[in-house]
């Protein structure tokens, strides 16, 4: 059973930052692309980052380039994403996902294999 686990959120002021990760489980993470979404309180899920299975392909949503950078280990299973320069409306749920797809499926948020639970990330003004 694949099992997905976030962990690494908070409560920060604005312009601080944050790791965020997903420890990974029941699957061949190394044959997987991962991605992280977000959703903030009354708003519908989006898509932030997006990995390839190797690592060498990544994906971002515009309100988080140059500020968020996502990453993985796959000799540990851990999909990470460290956030930068952190603002108000970064406050969401982030959640991490997987596929055994292209990187660019993952960030599209199609036909996701898996998901995790969510880690809540407030940031303050």
């Known amino acids: 059973q694949v099992q997905l686990v976030e962990s690494g959120g908070g409560s920060v002021q604005g312009g601080g930052s944050l790791r965020l990760s997903c420890s990974a489980s029941g699957l061949t993470y190394s044959n997987y692309c991962m991605a992280w979404f977000r959703q903030a309180p009354g708003k519908e899920r989006e898509a932030v980052a997006a990995?390839?299975?190797?690592?060498?392909?990544?994906y971002y949503a515009d309100s988080v380039k140059g500020r968020f950078t996502i990453d993985r280990d796959n000799a540990k299973n851990t999909l990470y994403l460290q956030m930068n320069s952190l603002k108000p409306e970064d406050t969401a749920m982030y959640y991490c996902?997987?596929?055994?797809?292209?990187?660019?499926?993952?960030?599209?948020?199609?036909?996701?294999?898996?998901w995790g639970q969510g880690t809540l990330v407030t940031v303050s003004s």
């Open positions: 990995i390839s299975a190797g690592g060498s392909t990544t």
């Open positions: 996902a997987a596929a055994d797809r292209r990187a660019y499926d993952c960030f599209s948020g199609r036909n996701l294999d898996a």
